[in-house]
């Protein structure tokens, strides 16, 4: 047994088999959705808050956990005697980090708690909690597998794109005549997690050519590829065949958006979130 626990937030967007058979405890962002405040959940549970996305007329706000919510979750842990390494979304999309830093102050115990910004989110964010569970099995020290975790983070990249430019318009990333053209023309962004924060990296007419944009950017050294969607999986399931011959070496597998990423991108949307040497 080990005598690091794992802590990340709901965005890494873990399966419940995974948990149950590791040491990791999942503190949950909350969705805020026609009058109604829900945890975010889990894979597997996603679909039905996008269909009623795609026929509501209000859209949804997020919000992170509370510093109380990170020291409740810190306190079992603590009590059996553990260290602790808390890995959260990107602090350049969400204040979780802060909260989460917030709670080690709190909690009396900063000598055995670390937590890193990941500067991203979904399939790298589940890749560094998995990375960061079997360097603990393997008997490593906390401020090694932080050290190693810290690097990590430094080589990977997210590519996202979207269905509509509909989910971008209502999250006031994009202008309603921006949105209004966009989709006249079926121009298709390219958006990528530079420095932490959601930015365009190209775009596209048409998700096809968008979509090859993405494939594109994944850099020969990458060992781990997390094809990404919301309410997509046949999409998915073919770009996660086109990316498998690409990068034969690579691991490639399927991931869901939650509602906390996904909302803002729409159902249709699609993502490649990347782990590099």
Do not use: W
């Amino acid at each position: 047994m080990s005598s690091i626990h794992i802590i990340t937030d709901s965005t890494a967007y873990l399966e419940k088999p995974y948990l149950e058979n590791h040491a990791v405890t999942v503190v949950p962002l909350s969705v805020h959705f026609n009058g109604e405040i829900q945890n975010e959940g889990f894979p597997g549970n996603f679909d039905a808050f996008y269909e009623k996305l795609k026929t509501s007329s209000s859209f949804p706000s997020t919000s992170q956990p509370s510093a109380g919510e990170f020291l409740k979750a810190y306190q079992k842990p603590l009590d059996q005697g553990n260290e602790i390494i808390v890995i959260t979304i990107s602090s350049g999309i969400s204040g979780t980090y802060h909260s989460a830093h917030t709670a080690v102050e709190l909690s009396g115990a900063s000598h055995r708690i670390s937590v890193i910004d990941s500067q991203t989110t979904a399939g790298n964010l589940k890749g560094l909690v998995q990375i960061a569970v079997d360097l603990a099995a393997e008997g490593k020290e906390r401020k090694e597998i932080v050290s190693i975790l810290e690097a990590q983070k430094n080589n990977s990249g997210v590519r996202l794109t979207v269905d509509t430019l509909d989910y971008l318009k209502k999250g006031g990333r994009l202008s309603n005549a921006g949105a209004l053209i966009g989709n006249l023309l079926n121009i298709k962004p390219v958006l990528g997690l530079i420095d932490g924060i959601v930015r365009p990296v190209s775009k596209a007419r048409g998700k096809k050519k968008a979509l090859q944009q993405m494939i594109d950017a994944i850099p020969p050294t990458t060992f781990l590829i997390h094809i990404a969607h919301a309410l997509a999986f046949e999409e998915a399931e073919q770009l996660k065949e086109v990316v498998a011959q690409n990068f034969p070496d690579a691991t490639v597998v399927l991931s869901e958006l939650g509602p906390v990423i996904g909302s803002h991108l729409g159902p249709g949307a699609l993502g490649i979130l990347y782990l590099h040497h």
